[in-house]
């Protein structure tokens, strides 16, 4: 016995499908759990996805995604990155490589940074991450004394996390690393040079 079927119920299916298929739920990233010792006290997965959240001893962890562009390689946000924080008086003291759950290529940049007035010195962690659609930065930032011990919740936050936006046989997702990064001279710092 042949089964009918009817014809707008399968339309409103197959519509449902594509734009479940179109139409990602996870947002520009998806991460599971937040780490243990951390409290969320943000989220927002409305435009450009935020997660806040905050240890018991003052460490804060930030995921922020930005839209990318063409052109936008891990190799070119890395360097448009350590250069901005640079010239804000952050030093590169480490870059290391990263990757997500879902086999995104990333990098990490270990920062230090001594804040104007008499607030002690602080690290500044981050993990990028670029895929053909979005920029997915991990930070975490504390008093320098506190980054030993968040060290491995940092590098466990990256292997979590899944990152959206990969096309089909793009390059971004899977792209090289960037070569090493040095934190450039601010002028301050620059020698003055020999006139004659």
Not at 11 to 27: K, S
Not at 110 to 115: G, I, M, R, S
């Amino acid at each position: 016995m042949a089964m009918r079927i009817d014809s707008r119920a399968a339309r409103l299916a197959v519509a449902g499908g594509l734009l479940a298929v179109l139409t990602p739920g996870c947002g520009s990233f998806r991460l599971r759990d937040t780490p243990p010792g951390f409290a969320e006290f943000h989220r927002d997965d409305r435009g450009h996805a935020e997660l806040r959240a905050k240890s018991g001893d003052n460490v804060g962890l930030r995921i922020v995604t930005f839209g990318n562009v063409r052109g936008g390689s891990l190799a070119y946000w890395s360097r448009d990155l350590v250069e901005k924080l640079g010239g804000r008086g952050y030093s590169l003291e480490g870059q290391s490589p990263a990757r997500s759950a879902n086999g995104v290529v990333g990098t990490r940049f270990d920062f230090h940074y001594v804040p104007p007035g008499d607030h002690g010195e602080s690290f500044y962690s981050v993990v990028l991450f670029a895929s053909d659609r979005y920029r997915v930065v991990i930070q975490l930032a504390g008093d320098r004394d506190q980054k030993a011990a968040h060290d491995e919740e940092l590098d466990a936050v990256a292997a979590a996390i899944r990152v959206a936006g990969c096309r089909a046989g793009g390059k971004i997702c899977k792209g090289p690393q960037p070569p090493a990064l040095k934190t450039p001279a601010r002028p301050e710092q620059a020698k003055p040079s020999a006139r004659n």
